[in-house]
């Protein structure tokens, strides 16, 4: 009979605890659209306030990820992690106690500041505790799963949980389960950092801040405003300088918190607008067709989440299926097919009106089940072949900064696109506005399967080894134990650096001149 080995074992466990508090923070993200028309009847916003509800809590993730990676990275993964869970927690709690939507909304923006803590760090904790490229990958794969995963299941839970308990409920359950990973990390989790210090950017944070921000608030409040007005236009101006400034000032930097290196790579800038693009279609979706069963066609709650068990089965089958492809094909595949597959759901949903009928939405929540399930993994692939692990975590929180960006600018366009175009009440005039929506989402897939040709030649992939290259090389890694339990063989000797392999190299990519 085979030994178990205690090292895999101990690994498997943070891969969970890793995955356990993605699962939390990513199906909040979802669950909560199919509880806006419930928070609308509870406190009375208008679309623009629910609008708020939900970039609130993902413009904070967005906003600090950056900050928490480079954090992690100089202080310890490990201790990072935990203050993002202990947050988390405190802001759901505080969410389901909100007595109207300024309050809801500030707690919301406390949760999102404990998940920015979370993602990017417990990816950077999964590339260091996996040392082996092999088992990395298939624990990155199981990583880009949870994510599909969580944000499609999000509307089945929501609904649940709103159709038998009210909307508040939805925070009630990351209680006990942020608290249980609280004390799985300080019992199963190793600290790393990284082996030299990154010096802190304030200026460059703030600048990060200030992009993001002042878009989505020119986007939502210009629906209602008018995008003519100066407020509004002051808005767009003051984003659009700091998006200069921002890599002007971090190329003088020794240590930036964004390197504008990172973007020299084709595939790194490739995953980056993909990962927009997908998680902007995604939440858009999300963030519409809540309002589309519930508001026009008088579902309940517990029925529209019901309704997207479809997509939520797609999701779940076309995630492990991505994660192979990838590692037998490399990114191209998965993404050509991703994108097609969306751009066919959303093309379908462009002839929806109030009483289509029900198997003409299935349809279309598969597809776009399906092609949102094969898109996490490459984007991940692409992001960290080639960087050196010790830029692990700054490296993965870009491409999750870029998912989060896509979350914030899917709720706010196409938010603001429908509220835009509709007349009167949102139950008769929905329908008319949806479809340029629509058409904005099959438009989404169109681009991520340009981008998956564009972004994978063989002329890319070389470009990105070279610009690997450039950084300097240095220990990935220094780790100290966790919390004392029964002795195990050590992850990765703390005498030796880990390897920088990448999860998938470009040079195992199909070569395809272009």
Do not use: K
């Not at 679309?47 to 600090?64: E, K, N, P």
């Not at 989505?216 to 200069?244: D, K, V």
């Amino acid at each position: 009979m085979t030994t178990p080995d205690p090292a895999r074992r101990r690994r498997v466990l943070v891969l969970a605890v890793c995955c356990l508090s993605l699962l939390i923070t990513v199906l909040d993200t979802s669950a909560v659209n199919v509880a806006l028309p419930a928070v609308q009847r509870d406190l009375h916003p208008a679309v623009s306030g629910l609008q708020w509800t939900v970039d609130g809590y993902t413009l904070a993730i967005a906003g600090f990820m950056l900050l928490a990676g480079s954090t992690a990275d100089r202080i310890g993964r490990r201790r990072v992690f935990q203050a993002g869970l202990a947050l988390f927690t405190a802001g759901s709690l505080a969410c389901s106690l909100a007595p109207d939507l300024p309050w809801l909304v500030a707690f919301r923006v406390a949760q999102g500041l404990g998940a920015s803590m979370l993602n990017p760090v417990a990816l950077s904790i999964i590339t260091h505790t996996f040392a082996d490229p092999r088992e990395r990958a298939r624990a990155i794969g199981v990583w880009g799963a949870t994510v599909g995963l969580s944000l499609s299941l999000g509307p089945v839970v929501g609904g649940l949980l709103v159709g038998t308990a009210g909307w508040r409920a939805i925070f009630w359950i990351n209680i006990p389960v942020g608290s249980a990973a609280l004390v799985l990390s300080a019992v199963l989790v190793p600290e790393s950092r990284s082996a030299t210090a990154r010096r802190r950017d304030p200026v460059g944070q703030a600048l990060v801040v200030t992009v993001l921000v002042a878009l989505i608030c020119a986007i939502i409040e210009g629906a209602h405003r008018g995008y003519g007005s100066t407020p509004i236009i002051g808005l767009f101006i003051l984003a659009g300088a700091a998006a200069l400034a921002l890599p002007c000032y971090e190329r003088r930097r020794d240590q930036p918190l964004i390197d504008p290196a990172f973007f020299r790579s084709v595939p790194f800038t490739g995953a980056f607008v993909t990962a927009v693009t997908a998680f902007l279609a995604l939440a858009g979706f999300l963030f519409l067709n809540t309002l589309y069963l519930q508001d026009v066609r008088g579902y309940s709650a517990l029925h529209a989440g019901l309704l997207t068990v479809p997509m939520a089965a797609g999701t779940a089958v076309a995630s492990p299926v991505s994660g192979r492809l990838t590692a037998a094909h490399g990114p191209r595949l998965p993404l050509v097919a991703a994108g097609g597959l969306v751009a066919a759901g959303a093309l379908t949903l462009t002839t929806v009106t109030a009483t289509t009928a029900l198997p003409v939405l299935l349809i279309a929540y598969v597809l776009l089940g399906c092609g949102f399930g094969l898109v996490n993994t490459p984007i991940t692939s692409m992001a960290v072949a080639g960087m050196p692990r010790a830029r692990a975590g700054v490296s993965a929180a870009i491409t999750t900064t870029a998912r989060q960006i896509g979350n914030s600018l899917g709720v706010a366009v196409l938010g603001s696109i429908v509220t835009a175009h509709t007349h009167g009440p949102l139950r008769t005039g929905f329908t008319a506005a949806g479809h340029t929506a629509w058409w904005s989402l099959a438009g989404c897939g169109a681009l991520i399967v340009l981008l998956g040709i564009l972004t994978t030649t063989g002329r890319a992939t070389a470009g990105a080894a070279r610009i690997a290259a450039r950084f300097p090389a240095e220990p990935a890694t220094r780790s100290t134990p966790a919390a004392p339990v029964t002795p195990v063989t050590p992850l990765t000797p703390t005498t030796q650096p880990a390897p920088a392999a990448p999860m998938i190299s470009p040079a195992r990519w199909p070569s395809r001149r272009g």
